[in-house]
């Protein structure tokens, strides 16, 4: 509805001759509008103020309402929409359109009985639970016209009822619930203290007298999140009737006046229809939009942090400088990259206790590194060093030609065939310390005391060649310890040589030429 002056307005540049297009433009209002008071004359502007306030008195049963809706959002000017979407759900169908209910509200900011507010927004808190403690997840099928079956994915924070919905064409598995959650989480902004679910077998075993038994995959996805759960048994109003409420909002409110055949368009149309109604319209719980009241959730959500599930996603990698001797940085700690990465950008992904490292061009993970928890510490994978570029054939070949004795081949070639998956390995091993031998008798008493107790791995054998290398010195060491007293104390005289009798030899004489006889 056009102000009176605004009116008068109109018909004083009429009467100078301006056309409808010229006073739109003059005037800085629409076309339409101007042509709707164009031809009115002051008797028919009358009659029209007098049904135009009689249309907005019908607005007059729902005043405290109104009153109340502008009260707990302090004050705050509102989308009209919401207001109406609001009015409309609570009470069916209204007495007139947006227009009129406007025309009312701006009645009562007229006569004084709603005073809005331009300041700073002051929160206040609602609902039983505080902002920050609590989402609700719960699942949805529906086929649309098209013959296009989506199954829902919907959550909803307790506090501000701020919704995240997405849809998918096949049925969830514990992992798709996990991505799903974890987008939840960035769409949030953050992460709850406590998630409550109904006892799915997607995410549930079994419940033992109370005792919860999650599938693996999920235990391990709550127990790296430090989520608080509560699970209560399906269709539990008391517990989680604010996402049921949500799904059938979804279903009946969205997806029934809607066709889709592809996942993609119908994700997008969702996304619009979450930010213009779901999350922008009035709840008629709080009688607050959630989309204003996340703004103050967000203060009291945990803040995101990576996750081990979703480490292949581009979502929360960094880039990083490999260094001339292929390390990288990561907090205060060195972890290895493959060598010929050296001095080149690289990306990684953080969670707790874990870090991948990946080609920035292909995204491929090159490395995977536990974190080490002190300081100052330089992690290494002796794989990153690794000379790649003989052969495995020709490494094998070398190995084998390193010594001629006949043990060293038969253990060679039985070592690399239990080790296949480990040939450049165990072939790098035996050239980094057989090449070269201290004892090449020792060494052949270590591969046949292999061969006889089947030890075939070359850390095994150079374990038994040290050992019998070390007894063997130790033994030596014994003699010559022996030896060396021995000549010292012939040295000091200290060997004393026992003197016979001249008698003692001639009986020795005598015997032995009787015996001769």
Not at 24 to 36: A, F, H, P, Q, W
Not at 164 to 181: A, M
Not at 192 to 218: A, W
Not at 313 to 331: A, H, N, P, T, Y
Request: charged share 30%.
């Amino acid at each position: 509805m056009v102000k009176k002056k605004m009116y008068q307005r109109i018909q004083k540049l009429k009467q100078r001759g301006l056309s409808k297009a010229q006073i739109s433009t003059e005037l800085g209002i629409d076309r339409s509008t101007v042509r709707k008071y164009y031809n009115m004359d002051s008797t028919e502007y009358r009659d029209y103020l007098l049904k135009t306030l009689e249309r907005e008195k019908t607005f007059g049963r729902y005043e405290k309402d109104i009153l109340e809706i502008y009260a707990l959002n302090d004050c705050k000017r509102l989308n009209m929409a919401a207001v109406y979407d609001y009015l409309e759900e609570r009470y069916g169908a209204l007495p007139g359109n947006e227009q009129t209910l406007r025309n009312y509200i701006r009645h009562l900011i007229t006569k004084g009985i709603l005073v809005l507010t331009n300041g700073i927004r002051s929160y206040s808190k609602v609902g039983p639970l505080p902002y920050g403690k609590q989402l609700q997840i719960d699942f949805g099928v529906h086929t649309t016209k098209g013959k296009l079956k989506l199954y829902i994915f919907a959550a909803v924070l307790s506090a501000s009822r701020y919704k995240y919905i997405s849809v998918q064409t096949t049925p969830f598995t514990t992992i798709d619930v996990i991505h799903h959650l974890l987008d939840c989480f960035d769409y949030l902004g953050g992460m709850p203290e406590e998630l409550v679910i109904d006892q799915d077998s997607i995410l549930v075993v079994s419940e033992n007298y109370g005792d919860i038994i999650y599938t693996k995959k999920f235990s391990d996805f709550i127990e790296e999140m430090d989520l608080n759960m509560y699970v209560c048994r399906k269709s539990d109003p008391e517990s989680k009737g604010k996402i049921e409420n949500v799904i059938k909002y979804v279903k009946y409110n969205f997806l029934q006046v809607r066709d889709f055949t592809a996942v993609d368009e119908a994700q997008e149309s969702l996304a619009e229809w979450l930010k213009r109604r779901g999350n922008g319209k009035i709840s008629q719980a709080t009688k607050k939009i959630p989309l204003h009241e996340i703004e103050e959730e967000r203060e009291y959500l945990r803040p995101l942090q990576n996750s081990l599930f979703r480490k292949n996603s581009l979502l929360g990698r960094e880039v990083r400088q490999v260094s001339d001797k292929s390390f990288i940085m990561v907090d205060t700690n060195e972890y290895s990259v493959p060598m010929r990465y050296r001095n080149q950008s690289i990306e990684i992904y953080k969670t707790e206790h874990e870090l991948f490292i990946y080609d920035e061009k292909s995204g491929n993970e090159i490395a995977h590194h536990q974190i080490t928890l002190p300081s100052g510490q330089r992690i290494r994978d002796r794989a990153h060093f690794r000379n790649n570029t003989i052969p495995i054939e020709e490494l094998h070949e070398q190995t084998l030609q390193m010594h001629t004795f006949g043990g060293w081949k038969k253990f060679v070639q039985i070592n690399l065939k239990t080790y296949a998956r480990y040939t450049r390995d165990q072939c790098l091993f035996a050239g980094k310390h057989f090449a070269e031998l201290e004892d090449a008798a020792i060494f052949t008493m270590a591969l046949d005391y292999c061969l006889e107790n089947k030890t075939i791995s070359m850390t095994e054998l150079l374990d038994t060649y040290k050992y019998l290398l070390e007894e063997h010195k130790q033994e030596e060491a014994a003699i010559q310890t022996i030896f060396m007293g021995a000549l010292k104390a012939i040295e000091r005289n200290e060997v004393k040589v026992s003197k016979r009798s001249v008698s003692e030899y001639e009986t020795l004489i005598g015997a032995a030429q009787g015996g001769t006889k």
